[in-house]
């Protein structure tokens, strides 16, 4: 039941994310995985992010405050 309910998860991001309602980190959020396991599975997928200007300036500006906050 769990993995049918990430998958739900990953399905309503993607799809929000496709339909350009959220940033690429949003949607990643809206999944539950880490902007490196969603962008994964959107490439496995085919699926193209990039849908405006304003879209890729937020994602950059909030990517690099997320990184700033974590010692990884």
């Known amino acids: 039941m769990a993995d049918e309910l990430q998958r739900w998860k990953e399905q309503r991001a993607l799809k929000s994310l496709e339909g350009g309602n959220v940033t690429f980190l949003k949607a990643a959020e809206m999944a539950g995985l880490s902007v490196w396991n969603f962008a994964e599975i959107m490439h496995e997928k085919e699926i193209v992010w ?13 990517a690099l405050r997320y990184g700033a906050g974590r010692s990884e």
């Open 50 to 62: 990039v849908r405006s200007e304003k879209f890729v300036s937020s994602d950059i500006k909030k």
